[in-house]
């Protein structure tokens, strides 16, 4: 990446003095998020224009680049227009490599819990170095020891037993930065794959949640977890913002159930054997049914790899989890269910393996 802005820049110094206009569009948003991770200091400023002849953001404006250390200033200038062609080429260049993943790198040297995150996943694994995994797995790029798309892509496949399903149409492929990892259940069969099917097919636009887990443990996948859909379905002013930022997982589990004549149904009248469910007096409901061990495995496996890709907190709080929660609706970063935002939800429920496990996540985060 530190190549790119290099030559970016060598890019503005060469052409500072042509000038014509150019169009804001994502390959320039993806040129500047990338340089604002180069750059923690990095800024926009694109003052209006009192007579019109530009816009901001989304349509014809001048920038210009002011270098200082660490920072990088973007400024609205006519005497520096061909900077933003010179912009839209980095986001092309990070298009065709894939950069708009949300990846950040991540370095043995860096003093984060992303950084004790990874290194705890990779020792379960048997390596005690980011070069190690590499080259084992022989990860695109080579073994350089830098923590990237590449190497995450490994890890994630090595982690997780993946089935990527085609759903294009059916979610947002837009990003945002992720705040908040929502733990959801379907309510429904044994079969994710069903799961997206459905959603493709009920006539309600972009509702999903990235991925599925059946009893097995295997993954189904209908989309990268940077990119959205509604899952949460508050009626908030807040909802949107709420669902862009964060990641949801749905467990294939019958969730409540109803017991008559002594056995046990879900709410599709389906009969689940006592042995596969659990009495928990949760919201007025007395059985559910059990999640499988393969699959609170693979949600505690997903659940640390997008925590270490987003950079989202792993500590585990009670009265955010099971009842409505003030922080979960503010935003606020971290690890929730559905019953974090509507009353009436029971995904998923507070079973002791899954809560023991929930508790487990943070020791990833200790070095």
């Not at 589990?253 to 009495?279: C, D, H, Y």
Request: overall charge positive; aromatic content about 12%.
């Amino acid at each position: 990446m530190k190549k790119l802005v290099f030559v970016f820049l060598g890019l503005l110094l060469l052409s500072s003095c042509s000038a014509k206009y150019f169009v804001w569009d994502s390959a320039t948003d993806l040129a500047i998020g990338a340089l604002a991770k180069e750059y923690p200091k990095f800024y926009v400023q694109v003052p209006l224009n009192p007579q019109g002849a530009y816009q901001s953001p989304m349509g014809f404006v001048w920038l210009q680049f002011e270098k200082a250390q660490d920072s990088l200033r973007i400024t609205a200038t006519p005497q520096y227009n061909v900077i933003g062609d010179s912009l839209k080429r980095l986001g092309r260049k990070i298009l065709k490599t894939k950069k708009q993943t949300s990846m950040q790198l991540i370095r043995e040297s860096d003093k984060t819990t992303r950084r004790n995150v990874l290194m705890n996943l990779l020792a379960e694994l048997g390596h005690k170095s980011i070069e190690s995994f590499q080259r084992k797995n022989k990860v695109v790029g080579g073994a350089d020891g830098l923590f990237g798309w590449n190497s995450y892509q490994s890890l994630y496949r090595t982690m997780l037993r993946v089935v990527d399903l085609p759903f294009a149409g059916n979610f947002f492929k837009q990003q945002f930065a992720k705040r908040q990892i929502v733990w959801h259940h379907s309510a429904g069969w044994d079969n994710a794959r069903g799961m997206f099917d459905w959603w493709r097919q009920d006539g309600v636009v972009h509702v999903a949640t990235a991925i599925g887990i059946e009893n097995s443990g295997r993954v189904v996948r209908g989309y990268d977890e940077s990119f959205w859909a509604h899952h949460i379905g508050l009626q908030h002013l807040k909802n949107l913002m709420l669902n862009r930022q964060s990641v949801a997982v749905e467990i294939c589990n019958w969730g409540a159930l109803t017991e008559r004549s002594g056995k046990l149904f879900s709410w599709a009248n389906v009969e689940i054997p006592k042995s596969q469910a659990i009495e928990l007096n949760y919201k007025g409901v007395k059985f559910y049914e059990v999640y499988t061990d393969q699959e609170i495995d693979a949600l505690k496996k997903w659940t640390l790899l997008n925590a270490m890709r987003f950079d989202i907190p792993l500590s585990y709080r009670e009265g955010d989890m099971w009842e409505v929660s003030a922080n979960a609706i503010a935003g606020n970063a971290g690890i929730y269910t559905h019953n974090s935002y509507l009353a009436w939800k029971t995904d998923v429920s507070p079973q002791p393996k899954l809560i023991e496990m929930a508790k487990s996540l943070v020791e990833y985060e200790k070095s």
